[in-house]
């Protein structure tokens, strides 16, 4: 089992759906949780971090965490083609990892077409 | 700010020839991390260091890799000799700290090893 399973895609949705990202993690020690955005051919980029249950919100986006169930996910409302890129999830904390490592998933592909 | 910078973007060379990659970290941070990323994976973390000592480098394949990060500051990556499968993008991260740190990374060098 991985440490961090996300569904590789393509997520296909047209402009101006919610797109829904979904993430699973295997350490239940794991306190910090993060999306980050890489655009093909790029370096990954922060878009947010989650740390308590529930729902988080910013902007356009929204990153609910259920620990008990060891998920987290990351809603973009009125989705853009801009949007188009692999979303990456990201834990920290666990207990095999220590609190400063943090062990990627292998990404979600999300294309926005209009 | 300036962000993370690295150097060289690409790099093509022959197996069993050497590489070396330099990182310069946001300015502050005295974490630095090396990850490598596979083509469709996720980065995966090679090894970090607080200011200027290796705290994490259990994932470095020693035998033919190598970082030092000298006054805590910059950093270098190598590989020698390089083989095939080191082919991938190597991603520099840096981060102030603490339990909920931010890693911000670099632009990555994209190593092609023929």
């Known amino acids: 089992q991985k440490e961090v399973e996300q569904n590789s895609g393509p997520l296909s949705v047209p402009e101006g759906a919610i797109a829904s990202l979904n993430c699973t993690y295997s350490?239940?020690?794991?306190?910090?949780f993060f999306w980050y955005r890489q655009y093909s051919g790029k370096s990954p980029e922060l878009i947010m971090s989650?740390?308590?249950?529930g729902d988080k919100e910013d902007g356009r986006f929204t990153a609910q965490l259920n620990k008990a169930s060891q998920y987290v996910s990351l809603l973009i409302r009125d989705s853009q083609p801009s949007d188009s890129a692999t979303y990456l999830c990201?834990?920290?904390?666990?207990?095999?990892?220590?609190?400063?490592?943090?062990?990627f998933g292998a990404g979600t592909r999300l294309a926005v077409h209009p | 700010e300036a962000g993370v910078v690295q150097s060289p973007r690409y790099k093509i060379i022959e197996k069993k020839q050497p590489v070396a990659f330099w990182c310069n970290p946001i300015?502050?941070?005295?974490?630095l991390y090396w990850y490598r990323q596979n083509l469709g994976q996720g980065p995966e973390l090679l090894i970090r260091?607080?200011?200027?000592?290796?705290?994490?480098d259990s994932q470095l394949p020693k035998d033919r890799f190598s970082a030092e990060r000298l006054k805590g500051v910059d950093s270098t990556l190598k590989i020698q000799p390089a083989e095939l499968g080191d082919s991938a993008v190597y991603l520099c991260?840096?981060?102030?700290?603490?339990?909920?740190?931010?890693?911000?990374f670099g632009a990555g060098t994209r190593l092609s090893v023929l």
């Open positions: 991260a840096s981060s102030l700290g603490g339990d909920k740190n931010i890693q911000y």
């Open positions: 300015s502050g941070h005295n974490t």
């Open positions: 350490d239940r020690g794991s306190q910090s």
């Open positions: 990201a834990v920290k904390g666990g207990f095999s990892g220590g609190y400063n490592k943090l062990i």
């Open positions: 260091y607080e200011n200027e000592e290796a705290v994490d």
């Open positions: 989650i740390y308590s249950n």
